[in-house]
């Protein structure tokens, strides 16, 4: 079993910079992979990120690869999602999620938090 809380999430101005931060519990969590998805309002959920338990490979979606990267501390159970130059179409709630899978559809991922808004303002 995996229980995770997303935090981070908040409302900033374009441009800006947020860290978003997933903590993790539980027995499974220090050796799964470990995603990022978010979803805005009237969209489906869509992949940004994910990160190997090892943190040895991530994937960054490509629309958001020279912004935003993913990190992993296995010590203190947290992933982190560093966003940069953020934009209005960036608003979203994220989610992280974890399982062992690679998959980018949210159907593939068995353990999910309850997510994090991010609002980016114009």
């Known amino acids: 079993q995996v229980q995770l809380v997303e935090s981070g999430g908040e409302l900033v101005q374009a441009g800006g910079s947020l860290r978003l931060s997933c903590a993790g519990s539980?027995?499974?969590?220090?050796?799964?992979?470990v995603a990022w998805f978010r979803q805005a309002p009237g969209k489906e959920r869509e992949f940004v990120a994910r990160?190997?338990?090892?943190?040895?490979?991530?994937n960054i979606e490509d629309s958001v690869k020279d912004r935003f990267s993913i990190s992993r501390d296995n010590a203190k159970n947290l992933v982190y999602l560093q966003m940069h130059s953020l934009k209005p179409g960036d608003t979203a709630v994220y989610f992280c999620?974890?399982?062992?899978?690679?998959?980018?559809?949210?159907?593939?991922?068995?353990?999910w938090g309850q997510g994090t808004q991010v609002t980016v303002s114009s």
């Open positions: 999620a974890a399982g062992y899978t690679t998959s980018r559809y949210p159907s593939d991922w068995r353990y």
């Open positions: 990160i190997t338990w090892t943190g040895g490979t991530t």
């Open positions: 539980g027995s499974d969590f220090s050796t799964s992979t």
